[in-house]
């Protein structure tokens, strides 16, 4: 076990420095950011070249990612155009965003799972037909039209929440963002669980199961469920770093200023600082839940040993 | 039946997640009514550092508008130049200046407002060393090239042109003549700044302290800022209301659909796509006024192609292929006037605006403009490829119907096409280094409203924002004439006559006037937008 997960940390060395010299590179292609920082007109000469030099430009590309790798040891994460420390905007950025990400991961877990467990047990009933044709509509429906019609319905006609959360939002306000945000993963889950406690249901250990007389829960729950998660665990456990990757859409919607805002507006102002800073957390974000994913597979199934 | 007990329990989470919202929603209350009362207002990020030197687009300068004020004040109405701080602004050439300062005006910190705080701020601004993005407002003033050098380190700390001469008084010599200086002196960069600025840089920007009706309560960099009226303000414009709250939205549609849902007072930008609710949503509540803001297609002049004379005939031909009412109409909503000089409306005719100066060469024709395109050759490469960039704006759409239009003339498919570019710094950035070969979108929004600034750092000889890289002595000439005019309507006309060349030349084609658009809440009153497109923020009154 320890093994593992040494090489598993040995292998993410690679994939880290791999990925962050790819973001780097593609976000140094888009051209000389400094050209839109004086709007509609062109910045004087002598400035240019001095917020160039400011801000590491004016070098090669290979030793703008050197120095910038080596300043990231340190803790330095650079300075965004607009001045502030790129680690004053995580600061303010990511406790929103892991905020919404939980709201959304809970979501997905209570309600893609019970509805799985529900629709795998009766298959081909009506509750089974009618959840699939539901989760197939909120898969073929983009998260933005899912989003802007509740915004619309729950804020604007029924005012039941604020269209916009608050700049610092609470729980409360980012369930139905968090809804929204989970809409698509969570009729995977539900899809996953569907089809695993599906498969599962004829197999030996469960007849086994309920031959020695078990309460049907503690089969369902402890029998069943437990050998079904395994895919599932996998999906949400990739599904952590996507939704806070990918909640732009759903933060653009409901105004909330997490990392899918930052990301935006470091991409759409060129800044590589901001969006190389934020992309390598979120590698990092993604490499953890990996990992932690592959270790839950002993805890779900003690048959699976590690090397 | 389990199954269906735990489909109840989920079913249950669901609603209690509902309501659990429900009671978090709608207990905003934006804190009181009548004169103490406080406005919420739509606001973006703004791009730089919130100083008045280096703060170059509208999202910041509505901050400085309320932190800050200067020698002069641009009447919101009117925009017209009036003292403010300014005693008398005073030249017997039209180089040298001496400035009086009003007695009693002090920053909200208690400090006084002396000639220094001018001096030492403008100081600040030109330096090269301190990275102002606007420090070219301060070109005109004699040794500016030594402290801001093209290449180079500076030679100089400080400008040479200024002198402070009494606690009250000081002396501006400029480096040519330019009568209508005092006149550009209410732009956001001349500001004066507290001593606090200079000795806790940090700190002064994360809580700016200027000498405005309001005072900064509270930043928040990147989501919202709270200002607050500053009771002791000696102005007579002081603030009608308790203070203001700006919110950063990512998406004015969110905006827009916070205002509708009356969790806030004011959007100062209605998306495009609302544009056809909004007489619905709003009734009288929407404003659509004119504002120095001005949507042209300029031409590189750098590549031979379009610096010949038959060229010109093209460029007119062009100008006239383009249906300007229809696209004002149909795809603007009319929240665009077709222009039909260089300048805008806002200007006023005193102002120099004169309706209808580019004739012919701008009003839709298409026998005309087909006779005229093809006289001169055909388009240069023959297809006519206009760019732009694609991340904001929703330049397509016009930059579509523009096409559209002029293929028409042409009676061909092909002959013009967009051309788009990803984001804003890309598209800047080629326009700055010459790389375009075809015409691009070029948008002018006036620092001040004078019809010098919608003429001269465009079209004269490697002006700053002439990136076309258009020459014309006839041009420069006039503008030189104009600018060593004394007579201020003298000056004016000079100006128009040296936009007449702009006429025959036709080095960019002006397409149309932008209008600045907003909309409000019930809860507040007396709601106008000032010629820069920003709200009068002092003069809104809470019901």
Known sequence: MGRYVIRRLLQMIPVFFGTTLLIFLMVNVMGDPIAGLCGD?????????????EFGLDKPVWQQYLTYMGNLFTGDF?????????????????????????????????????LGVVTGLRRGRPVDTTVLILTLVVIAVPTFVTG?????????????????????PTIDELLVPGLVLASVSLAYVTRLTRTSIAENARADYVRTAIAKGLPRRRVVVRHLLRNSLIPVVTFIGTDVGALMGGAIVTERIFNIHGVGYQLYQGILRQNSQTVVGFVTILVLVFLAANLIVDLLYAVLDPRIRYA | MRGATQARWAACAVAVALAATACGGGGDDSGGSGADGIVSSSWGDPQNPLEPANTNEVQGGKVLDMVFRGLIRYDPKTGEAQNMLAESIDSDDAQNFTVKIKDGWTFSNGEKVTAKSFVDAWNYGAALKNNQKNAYFFQYIDGYDKVHPESGSASAETLSGLKVVDDLTFTAKLSQKFSLWPDTLGYAAFAPLPKAFYDDHDAWLSKPIGNGPYTVQSYAKGSSMNLRRWDDYPGDDKAKNGGVDLKVFTDNNTAYTSLTSGNLDLVDDVPASQLRNVEQDLGDRYINTPAGIIQTLAFPFYDKKWDTDDARKV??????AINRPQITDQIFQKTRTPATDWTSPVLGEDGGFKKGLCGKECTYNKAEAKKLIDEGGGIPGGQLKISYNADTGSHKEWVDAVCNSINNVMGNNQACVGGAIGTFADFRSQVSTQKLTGPWRAGWQMDYPLIQNFLQPLYYANASSNDGKWTNKDFDGLVDKANAETDKAKAITTFQDAEKVLVEQMPAIPLWYQNGSAGYSDRIENVELNPFSVPVYTEITVK
């Open chain 2, 315 to 320: 460029r007119q031909g062009l100008s006239m």
């Open chain 1, 41 to 53: 007109r062109q910045c004087d000469p002598a400035t240019a070249a001095q917020l160039r030099s």
């Open chain 1, 148 to 168: 802007l019609l509740l915004q619309l319905l729950l804020g604007v006609k029924w005012g039941i929440i604020k269209p916009s959360v608050s700049s610092d």
């Open chain 1, 78 to 114: 650079g300075t965004a155009f607009n001045g502030q420390k790129v680690t004053e905007l995580m600061a303010t950025a990511f406790p929103i965003t892991i905020r919404l990400t939980i709201v959304a991961i809970v979501f997905e877990v209570v309600i893609g799972i019970s």
